[in-house]
């Protein structure tokens, strides 16, 4: 078992800046890839930000140039810099590691709101 814990979500004002966390219960070291997903409101979960093993990283278009993924190893932890937010924006955004041997998983999401 595998436990996922986000922090940093919260509210902001458009333009500003968060920095999500990711924190694992075991190596993250183990894993092809850790990522960030969003869900808002009427809306299908999409893909934020990923990185591998070996560091390389992929972003939705939507944010591009403004999120930057990354992971320290040593602390088990990803996170997710997000700088000149926008109210669409607004979403739960949901930490997922898929580890070797052991499968899929996800934390319970944090809350990040952009006002305009």
């Known amino acids: 078992q595998v436990q996922l814990v986000e922090s940093g979500g919260g509210l902001v004002q458009a333009g500003g800046s968060l920095r999500l966390s990711c924190a694992a219960s075991?190596?993250?070291?183990?894993?092809?890839?850790m990522g960030w997903y969003r869900q808002a409101p009427g809306k299908q979960r999409e893909l934020v930000a990923r990185?591998?093993?070996?560091?390389?990283?992929d972003y939705a278009d939507s944010v591009k140039g403004r999120f930057t993924i990354s992971r320290d190893n040593a602390k088990n932890t990803v996170y997710l810099q997000m700088n000149s937010l926008k109210p669409e924006d607004t979403a739960v955004y949901s930490c997922n590691g898929y580890f070797y041997g052991l499968g899929d998983y996800w934390g319970q999401g944090t809350q990040v709101t952009v006002s305009s």
């Open positions: 075991r190596s993250i070291f183990s894993t092809n890839y």
């Open positions: 990185i591998t093993s070996g560091g390389s990283t």
